[in-house]
């Protein structure tokens, strides 16, 4: 069975950085996808990235575009989110999302796996 533990959210300072992992296990392949989603209370939840992993493209939210890092340890399978200049609009609970059908494009499209949530709160 497919399985991805998030991990790596926390409680940081505006200005700061968090990184968060997401580790995957039980693909057949090493050609997926693996994305970052992030929900705030009362708001939808936000595609913040993604990467593919055998080809290394990426895409990011224009929110987060400059100050937010997607990469992937293939060796440990593991997929990361590098968070700097973090804002307070920032704070969401952040989801990780991998699937060997969904591409890593412009259009956020439907993920079969997903990982427990981890909390970021970015004070001001």
């Known amino acids: 069975d497919v399985q991805l533990q998030a991990s790596g959210g926390g409680l940081v300072q505006a200005g700061g950085s968090l990184r968060l992992s997401c580790a995957t296990s039980?693909?057949?392949?090493?050609?997926?996808?693996i994305a970052w989603f992030r929900q705030a209370p009362g708001r939808e939840r936000e595609r913040v990235s993604c990467?593919?992993?055998?080809?290394?493209?990426?895409h990011y939210a224009d929110s987060v575009r400059g100050r937010f890092t997607i990469s992937t340890d293939n060796a440990k399978n593991t997929g990361y989110l590098q968070m700097n200049s973090l804002k307070p609009e920032d704070t969401a609970v952040y989801f990780c999302?991998?699937?060997?059908?969904?591409?890593?494009?412009?259009?956020?499209?439907?993920?079969?796996?997903w990982g427990k949530g981890t909390q970021v709160t970015v004070s001001s």
């Open positions: 999302a991998a699937d060997e059908y969904t591409p890593c494009t412009p259009v956020i499209l439907p993920y079969d796996y």
């Open positions: 039980g693909f057949t392949s090493d050609d997926y996808t």
């Open positions: 990467i593919s992993k055998s080809d290394g493209g990426t």
